[in-house]
């Protein structure tokens, strides 16, 4: 089966050829569409299986990140749509602006229709770009299936992870929904070094790095290193990074089940 990825563009979102690419690169079938259409009506949701929300400034991140974009769809009858996308058993995947869009929507963690979450201004006051290591935590999370550990590139000055209380921590942990946190380094002061979560399904994940900016092991700012190190230990090379991996496994999974 032939797996149809829809990639949002338009309003600030800047990472949408990327990310279409990322689709591709893993064996799906990906189309860049403009937001305004998706509002308007204009574009079927139901004839994909994967949405992808790219990284960007939707709206100039007015009223902070994504919260004018999540105004706007909360506004319109897509944001039913994308319940029943879900309930249907397709993968919504959101990165940077597109995390920071579904916890605004209440998509994430998905407790209830309430924003449970938030992602806020990085405690260095300042815009963060640089590779961080990640390790993986959720079981149940469909992009996660045989990963343990990434290297991403993050690029964000609103990326720090916060709960409205103790209690929605606690149940994140309970029900394994914490997809990714931050490796040694915590960049943005996150509350458990929390980069990414999924919803209860684990087809639905937020994550602040950009998996689709890690496609290729050369991507990475040490692979002439690796190389060397690799050559010496008579190893072959890998030919896609890190960031791949995620995409492979959304795409090999509707491909099975959808």
Not at 48 to 64: A, K, M, R, T, V
Request: aromatic content about 8%; charged content about 20%; proline content about 3%.
């Amino acid at each position: 089966m032939e797996v149809k990825s829809l990639v949002i563009s338009g309003y600030g979102i800047n990472c949408e050829k990327e990310m279409a690419s990322a689709c591709e690169i893993a064996g799906g079938k990906a189309d860049i569409v403009h937001a305004q259409k998706l509002l308007l009506g204009q574009v079927d949701l139901n004839t994909y299986h994967f949405l992808c929300l790219p990284g960007g400034f939707s709206f100039g991140d007015e009223l902070g990140a994504a919260k004018v974009f999540a105004n706007r769809l909360k506004q319109s009858p897509l944001i039913s749509q994308l319940k029943k996308f879900v309930n249907e058993g397709k993968c919504i995947l959101g990165i940077c602006n597109g995390f920071q869009l579904l916890v605004k929507l209440g998509l994430l963690p998905g407790f209830s229709e309430k924003q449970a979450v938030s992602l806020t201004h990085n405690d260095s006051g300042r815009f963060d770009n640089r590779w961080i290591d990640h390790k993986t935590g959720s079981k149940k999370c469909v992009f996660t299936a045989g990963v343990e550990t990434l290297s991403l590139p993050i690029r964000h000055g609103e990326g720090k992870f916060v709960a409205c209380d103790n209690a929605t921590l606690s149940e994140l942990k309970r029900s394994d929904q914490i997809a990714f946190q931050y490796s040694g380094s915590n960049p943005n002061g996150s509350a458990e070094s929390i980069a990414g979560i999924c919803d209860a399904t684990g087809r639905v994940l937020g994550m602040m790095a950009h998996p689709e900016a890690a496609l290729y092991f050369t991507n990475h700012p040490n692979w002439i290193r690796e190389k060397e190190a690799a050559k010496r230990a008579e190893k072959a090379l890998p030919v896609y990074g890190d960031g791949y991996k995620l995409f492979k496994n959304a795409i090999n999974f509707l491909r099975n089940s959808v």
